[in-house]
């Protein structure tokens, strides 16, 4: 199947900065990329979904000034959480819409001290 | 945003047994999702449904959607170790996000 890379796979932080995750699909063109949060033994959460070429669309409760989205070309989208706090310590996963499928990126784990 | 409803939570089952999990919405999909998560990894896509009352079959999993396309149900036939992990339907109503259920972590003890 197809690829999806995100990097960095691991980060830590400081409380007040920001954090930038890309996400890649290696072996093939995205329009359409999806971005989920993860907690711990639960299930993912869409912040929002990445067009290409276009603004991001939040879901309900998404501060789109905190998790700032950009999908600048075909094959990248980029998720940057900017002053980032210790809530926002989770797994971010994103996926990249192949046809009907989502192939999704291994994910990153983000922990702000 | 939407909500999906999925269950059982866990379901701890003898290799050999059946399995099955189902989710629930209260409004109308256009799409179901179903994929698979073992520990530690990423969710891996298993399948797609879309029409109303649509069965699909892959060697030992059934997949069913729903007449009202508002359920769905995966169904597992004997059961092997390697069917271990989290099972997530990923449900949309518009052909263009999806909204996961909370997911159904399988066991199978050997």
């Known amino acids: 199947g197809a690829v999806v890379s995100q990097h960095p796979s691991r980060v830590i932080c400081k409380s007040g900065t920001s954090v930038k995750i890309e996400c890649r699909s290696l072996?093939?063109?995205?329009?359409?990329m999806f971005w989920y949060r993860q907690f711990p033994k639960k299930s993912l959460m869409l912040m929002a979904t990445?067009?290409?070429?276009?603004?991001?669309?939040?879901e309900q409760g998404v501060e789109k000034d905190k998790f700032l989205i950009n999908h600048a070309s075909l094959t990248l989208s980029t998720l940057t959480v900017t002053s980032a706090h210790p809530e926002d310590s989770s797994f971010y996963i994103c996926?990249?819409?192949?046809?009907?499928?989502?192939?999704f990126g291994p994910g990153t784990r983000l922990t702000v001290l | 945003g939407q909500q999906v409803m999925q269950i059982p939570q866990y379901q701890h089952v003898q290799e050999g047994e059946d399995f099955t999990t189902y989710c629930n919405s209260s409004?109308?999909?256009?799409?179901i999702q179903w994929y698979k998560q073992r520990p530690g990894g990423h969710p891996v896509f298993l399948i797609q449904l879309v029409k109303s009352g649509e069965v699909k079959k892959q060697k030992r999993l059934t997949f069913q959607f729903g007449e009202a396309k508002k359920n769905s149900s995966l169904h597992i036939t004997a059961t092997q170790t390697t069917d271990v992990g989290t099972y997530f339907c990923a449900a949309s109503y518009n052909f263009n996000k999806f909204y996961f259920g909370s997911g159904t972590k399988l066991n199978v003890k050997p």
């Open positions: 409004t109308t999909l256009s799409n």
């Open positions: 072996d093939f063109q995205a329009t359409t």
């Open positions: 996926s990249a819409l192949g046809g009907n499928e989502q192939f």
């Open positions: 990445s067009n290409e070429g276009s603004k991001a669309t939040y």
